[in-house]
């Protein structure tokens, strides 16, 4: 009996990571290491790991989804946000460390040491809070198992958010639903102590409101369409909605 090659005697799933640099990047410490790899030479079958609410590790999708061969949007600021996170950080371990030699001084006061605490670890608390939504590139989700056609794309339309990390030195995917989710409206505004935020939803199976920071006029038509049905979910009309992709069968939305 002919024994079949292993090549084909299991599905090929590898995971081609790589560096995410900005258009206009000029530095080697610009990179940002990215699950989401467009230049992958398998990206055909590689998997696509999303992050879940109340979850610590990620989750892999289906063997039928693949991510586009190209973003939809990229974020204009990504690589300062990035490093902005970056250095927050070193400043604040920096700080831990000055607070450390201050309080073990006999020459200065308890109250150096926390001051110096307080004056290095709050700005970068503040950035983090500020910048935990920003998303830095978005991604069409395929499925391989059915044709590409306009209905097939509209009917089940997933978008794979990036979004940095802590550090700002990686990213993770976070899934929305676009089709036939109305809880995808636009966020409400708010005061300049609150995270940055243009999207809002309700995750499906978690029941957890999650907040996505993209911005806007970025990524031309096709992130127009897409601003245009979370507009259409807001009650806001500017013009972008295109009645064709509403859903069939509840019309009256």
């Known amino acids: 009996m002919a024994i079949r090659p292993f090549s084909t005697a299991l599905p090929v799933r590898i995971q081609h990571k790589g560096n995410f640099r900005t258009s206009d990047a000029t530095v080697e410490s610009d990179e940002i290491v990215t699950d989401n790899n467009p230049w992958s030479p398998t990206l055909y079958d590689d998997i696509v790991y999303v992050h879940k609410p109340n979850s610590i590790r990620a989750t892999a999708l289906p063997s039928n989804y693949r991510l586009s061969y190209s973003s939809l949007y990229e974020a204009p600021g990504a690589k300062y946000v990035a ?21 073990e001084s006999a020459q200065f006061d308890d109250i150096y040491a926390v001051a110096t605490l307080v004056s290095c ?37 997933k978008l794979i958010l990036e979004k940095l990390n802590s550090t700002g030195g990686k990213t993770y995917n976070t899934l929305l639903q676009v089709s036939n989710n109305r809880l995808l409206q636009l966020a409400p505004k708010r005061s300049v102590l609150m995270p940055y935020a243009s999207w809002c939803e309700v995750d499906p199976e978690s029941n957890t409101k999650r907040e996505h920071y993209v911005v806007d006029n970025i990524g031309g038509l096709k992130m127009d369409r897409i601003w245009g049905i979370v507009e259409h979910n807001s009650g806001v009309n500017n013009g972008r909605y295109i009645e064709e992709y509403e859903d069939k069968e509840n019309p009256e939305n």
């Open 83 to 103: 490093m902005l996170k970056r250095l927050t950080l070193s400043f604040a371990v920096l700080g831990v460390y000055g607070a450390k030699l201050f309080y």
């Open 121 to 157: 670890g709050v700005p970068a608390a503040y950035v983090q809070y500020r910048t935990k939504d920003y998303v830095t590139r978005i991604f069409r989700l395929y499925d391989k198992d059915k044709p590409q056609t306009l209905e097939n794309l509209v009917q089940d339309e």
